[in-house]
């Protein structure tokens, strides 16, 4: 009887199963499950390879995701990697553990394109004279790093400019050394803090058979942030616990530079009230939940928030609906023509205001 063949390693990053047993291994860089094709045994991989070094180096070169945690790995081990492709280069270099200065002087000097990622690295270590050698611009996200970090000579260096820029972004784990907008701290960082709140994995459906369930069939959650790429998945469930009190800033003006805070509800509040200024800041590029509902209750009751959302091109038919449904109520059909396909057409049109007995009949003469 022929004896079952071990598939590739190549082949493994195919294999969809879900083993809870091999997440464990995984998270605690005990085993590399053989199975590698599901997001969440991904992600416990990555887990294992940034809190163990040595983890997993098999898989060095097989897959960007995997490359990239290893090197983190060993920039944050005080090897500096031999980094072939853009896409291998890893974006957070500094959790769960910071390198050595003079690792991230090396690295700099062989990699000067990842000198912002080691500019924010400094300001969670604190290497205030590696920092000043960088001359990079002065960069909002390294800013409330080192604010949240303690590390105030930095912060104050970065405040100390006539303004701040974009050059990370966290969302997208990029970094725009073209042409980085001026920006003030806006809440848009993954501060080293957050890091270490994590989110208990749970079953993963590889055919989405209980996608229905509200959980998803993933065994996670997605977060707003991934900049460690492994979706803060562990073995246990532990909360965030901002520093400042959020609902101060719900009854006054935002300040021009925002402190560190779970502005979830902030622009949940200013899409409820339709503030476009507000919530045009505050947004983040990935709707939150409730985000959609609480865009159509400010469209139906402020003209003006659905004028802005009709010229955002809205990707949900619901803000679409809302839009119309407003401009209805304003008596404006230059939305709705004979030809406006059903799914833009609102079931509401008479609440919070009641148009003109003329645009009703305009409008059953168009869509009857």
Not at 43 to 53: A, D, E, F, N, Q
Not at 196 to 201: A, R, T
Not at 207 to 223: A, D, P, V
Request: proline letters at 7%; a negative charge.
């Amino acid at each position: 009887m022929p004896r079952p063949t071990t598939p590739s390693t190549m082949d493994r990053l195919l294999v969809q199963k879900y083993d809870k047993e091999d997440c464990l291994a995984a998270i605690h860089g005990q085993r590399v499950p053989m199975a590698l094709g599901l997001p969440l045994v991904r992600l416990c991989v990555v887990r294992g390879i940034r809190y163990h070094p040595g983890f997993a180096e098999e898989l060095y070169g097989l897959d960007p995701l995997f490359t990239r945690a290893l090197n983190a790995r060993r920039i944050m081990s005080n090897v500096v990697p031999d980094i072939q492709n853009p896409n291998e280069v890893p974006y957070c270099i500094w959790h769960p553990q910071t390198a050595s200065e003079s690792t991230y002087r090396q690295l700099v000097a062989c990699y000067p394109h990842m000198r912002y990622h080691v500019g924010r690295a400094c300001a969670v270590a604190g290497y205030t004279s590696l920092y000043r050698e960088l001359a990079i611009l002065p960069d909002a996200h390294i800013a409330e790093e080192a604010r949240e970090c303690g590390n105030l000579d930095i912060f104050d260096h970065v405040m100390a400019e006539p303004a701040q820029y974009n050059v990370m972004n966290d969302y997208l784990r990029l970094v725009n050394l073209e042409n980085p907008e001026k920006t003030c701290l806006n809440g848009d960082t993954a501060v080293c803090w957050s890091l270490d709140s994590k989110q208990k994995f749970t079953t993963a459906d590889p055919y989405n058979e209980e996608e229905h369930l509200g959980f998803g069939s993933q065994g996670y959650f997605e977060n707003d942030f991934n900049i460690t790429e492994d979706m803060s998945i562990d073995d246990f469930q532990s909360d965030k616990e901002f520093r400042f009190d959020v609902t101060s800033l719900l009854s006054m003006p935002l300040p021009l530079h925002l402190p560190t805070v779970e502005k979830d509800l902030l622009i949940l509040m200013a899409a409820y009230y339709g503030d476009i200024d507000r919530y045009a800041r505050l947004r983040r590029p990935e709707r939150i939940l409730n985000e959609i509902e609480c865009c159509v209750h400010g469209i139906y009751h402020n003209t003006q928030f659905a004028l802005w959302w009709s010229q955002q091109q809205p990707s949900s038919k619901y803000l679409v609906m809302a839009v119309n449904a407003r401009l209805i109520m304003n008596n404006v059909l230059a939305t709705i023509t004979p030809e406006t396909s059903p799914i833009d057409l609102p079931y509401l049109i008479w609440y919070p205001t009641i148009a003109a007995p003329s645009t009703y009949l305009e409008l059953a003469r168009r869509q009857p």
